[in-house]
């Protein structure tokens, strides 16, 4: 089943820049979506499609591919960006999502 | 706007069949492209996906659970129905259902339910 590897934890002071990443094998080939998780609520979708952002998602998150990882970019983060953050492709052999192990955003 | 809504059982006994309902507005499963699928997430652990449908019928699983999962839809009363068999303390987790308006490579969860938290002891 593929994989997708992302750090457990990132930390990060308020209006600097965090960058949380997701790797996978051939992940270029791949489109990746995120999601933003705070504590006790659902999911939401912050960027799909690889940079992707649904309506009403700041400009500040943003996201990339290069090589074999993915990235998503929070810029000038807020104490509110604080949650759980995980990534999302297709696994093409096995025909179905996975999800990474998900990266607890910190705000310093 | 598009909602969903988990409900059930709050609490299963080991080995019973847990049966999970997702009802929803705002979209139909009779429309192309649009799929719902269901999520779980342990307490303190990271999201697993379990199954979806797609407005054709057809439908995915887990390789982990697929033995132990149903998933069906039933568009006139805009439901999906999630079963899973021989339940035991560690499928304790909260239980979401989610839309996609995507398929495969282009699959992804753009709105999700609140939740319902399952409990599964003796």
């Known amino acids: 089943s593929y994989v997708l590897t992302q750090p457990p934890s990132v930390s990060v002071a308020p209006g600097k820049t965090a960058r949380i990443t997701c790797g996978g094998n051939n992940i270029g080939g791949k489109s990746v979506h995120w999601y933003q998780q705070k504590p006790g609520q659902a999911p939401v979708l912050v960027i799909y499609y690889d940079g992707d952002r649904p309506s009403g998602i700041p400009e500040r998150f943003s996201g990339s591919k290069s090589g074999n990882t993915a990235t998503l970019t929070i810029s000038r983060v807020e104490a509110g960006d604080e949650a759980d953050y995980y990534c999302q492709v297709w696994d093409s052999i096995g025909d179905h999502p996975v999800f990474g192990g998900g990266t607890k955003l910190t705000v310093l | 706007q598009i909602t969903l809504k988990e409900s059930g059982p709050t609490l299963v006994k080991p080995t019973q069949t847990l049966t999970l309902t997702c009802t929803f507005s705002?979209?139909?499963?009779?429309?192309?492209?649009?799929?719902v699928g269901w999520i779980r997430q342990p307490p303190g652990k990271a999201l697993e996906w379990l199954a979806l449908i797609y407005w054709d019928d057809d439908k995915r699983y887990s390789p982990s659970l697929k033995s132990r999962l149903t998933i069906s839809k039933d568009t006139s009363k805009n439901q999906v129905v999630l079963t899973m068999t021989n339940m035991d303390p560690v499928d304790t987790a909260t239980y979401y259902c989610?839309?996609?308006?995507?398929?495969?490579?282009?699959?992804?969860?753009?709105?999700w339910g609140k939740g319902t938290t399952v409990t599964v002891s003796s």
């Open positions: 989610a839309h996609s308006g995507g398929r495969n490579y282009y699959y992804y969860m753009d709105v």
């Open positions: 705002g979209f139909s499963l009779s429309t192309s492209g649009v799929g």
